[in-house]
């Protein structure tokens, strides 16, 4: 059969998109969608609905992770597998990680309504706790899935309000009885918005990134000495917030002070007691670094961590650092890169063989399997907040490409 007029439908996909959006609807037109909340149950259940109206092979495993499969006419072939997050930030964009997830799901109904048989089964994911952002680290579920992180390691997580990870996917009726086990997969293609401005800028449709950026996030906890305001002269305080305000400077210069070639974010901080008129005696704030080099980020960690303990010294606090997590850079497969932009290119989309800055699946996928990511630009470049935004006639693109690169990894023998 000749696929190269096939296209996904884009406004099926907007629908589904914006159906998605309604579950955790912020004012201000974007999503808060925590991992194993309430709103991440409701969307789940709309998930598994449409998985079951297409009649896939659907498994939860015990980290929650979802999948639909497909079979293909040659079930001892490893499958393809597409699919990404539909958790979000705290109030975050529509598109980070759902369009993923309901781009590989367009590429099914496309397959199904037009009784296209493949080869190989083609499976869609859904991945638990991508973001992190309610239970650290990031990218939880398909890191237990491929073995880089411990199952039970990863239930012991606690948010903010000291809620397991695992007591939580058990009350959201999402713990799975399949083992989060990793099985051959023959390709893995993660579709998602770029983040970033530069598919906008250079006004291209596809992006095709070369990999993903090491990412190492440590936590620091400060501890001083409280006091009442007033009575407490300047000289000799023990102030915490002093303290880490100093340290959290320090992180912002670490790239220039470095030559460049990455990022360096303080995104989180906790003070106590948090009060007016108390000296704050403990800071928790959190360090994000992000490199194509690994020993470049590390070199800036060990420069910045002796920064941290003068600070602390000098100013009377103790200070406590906990890595919480490193992921080393994530090169893709080149042919499954090139492969992808060859298909824009024969689609009539302008494209970009670029890189990732954010944490992605793909990142613990490159792991087991030859895998490449599609991108789309994000508007602004803006992303984890709500005015996140894509045009649809790009989602669609995206998708498109998608569903030829399905195609062709799945008739591949």
């Known amino acids: 059969m000749d696929f190269?007029?096939?296209?996904?439908?884009?406004?099926?996909?907007?629908?589904?998109?914006?159906?998605?959006?309604?579950?955790g609807a912020t004012p201000n037109g974007g999503m808060q969608r925590l991992a194993l909340s309430e709103e991440d149950k409701r969307a789940r259940d709309l998930f598994v609905r449409w998985l079951k109206a297409l009649?896939?092979?659907?498994?939860?495993?015990?980290?929650?992770?979802?999948?639909?499969?497909?079979?293909?006419?040659?079930?001892?072939?490893?499958?393809?597998?597409?699919?990404?997050?539909?958790?979000?930030?705290?109030?975050?964009?529509?598109?980070?990680?759902?369009?993923?997830?309901?781009?590989?799901?367009?590429?099914?109904?496309?397959?199904?309504?037009?009784?296209?048989?493949?080869?190989r089964s083609v499976t869609i994911v859904n991945w638990t706790n991508e973001e992190g952002s309610r239970f650290a680290p990031a990218m939880v579920g398909s890191g237990v899935w491929t073995g880089a992180l411990d199952r039970d390691w990863a239930y012991d997580r606690t948010d903010i309000n000291g809620r397991r990870?695992?007591?939580?996917?058990?009350?959201?009726s999402y713990q799975g009885s399949a083992p989060a086990r990793k099985w051959p997969v023959h390709v893995y293609y993660e579709y998602h918005i770029e983040q970033g401005p530069i598919l906008e800028s250079q006004g291209?449709?596809?992006?095709?990134?070369?990999?993903?950026?090491?990412?190492?996030?440590?936590?620091?906890?400060?501890?001083?000495?409280?006091?009442?305001?007033?009575?407490?002269?300047?000289?000799?305080?023990h102030d915490a917030l002093c303290a880490s305000a100093e340290m959290i400077l320090k992180v912002n210069e670490l790239p220039q002070r470095m030559g460049g070639n990455m990022v360096a974010t303080v995104g989180e901080i906790q003070n106590y007691p948090n009060s007016r008129n108390i000296i704050p005696d403990k800071v928790h704030f959190t360090v994000d670094i992000r490199s194509w080099d690994d020993g470049h980020a590390r070199k800036a960690w060990d420069m910045v961590r002796s920064d941290f303990e003068e600070i602390a010294a000098r100013r009377g606090c103790s200070i406590k650092i906990e890595e919480t997590w490193r992921v080393e850079h994530s090169p893709f497969d080149v042919k499954l890169v090139q492969r992808i932009?060859?298909?824009?290119?024969?689609?009539?989309?302008?494209?970009?063989?670029?890189?990732?800055?954010?944490?992605?699946?793909a990142s613990y996928m490159s792991r087991v399997c030859p895998t490449a990511m599609i991108f789309v630009p994000s508007i602004g470049g803006r992303s984890h907040v709500?005015?996140?935004?894509?045009?649809?006639?790009?989602?669609?693109?995206?998708?498109?490409v998608l569903l030829h690169a399905v195609l062709q990894s799945a008739n591949e023998e």
């Open 204 to 237: 291209k449709t596809i992006g095709a990134p070369k990999g993903i950026l090491c990412l190492h996030w440590y936590d620091v906890y400060v501890e001083g000495e409280a006091n009442q305001v007033g009575p407490t002269p300047m000289a000799g305080r």
């Open 55 to 119: 009649n896939l092979e659907i498994i939860i495993d015990d980290m929650g992770n979802i999948f639909g499969n497909r079979p293909g006419r040659a079930p001892g072939l490893s499958p393809i597998m597409s699919g990404s997050h539909m958790d979000s930030q705290p109030k975050g964009g529509r598109f980070d990680g759902v369009l993923g997830v309901m781009g590989a799901l367009e590429v099914l109904r496309t397959l199904c309504e037009h009784d296209i048989e493949t080869e």
């Open 341 to 361: 932009l060859e298909i824009a290119e024969e689609l009539g989309y302008e494209s970009l063989h670029t890189v990732s800055g954010a944490g992605h699946d």
């Open 386 to 400: 709500e005015v996140e935004d894509t045009a649809w006639e790009d989602c669609e693109a995206g998708a498109n």
């Open 4 to 23: 190269k007029g096939l296209r996904v439908n884009g406004k099926r996909l907007q629908d589904s998109v914006e159906e998605m959006a309604e579950i």
């Open 165 to 172: 990870f695992e007591d939580e996917l058990i009350r959201i």
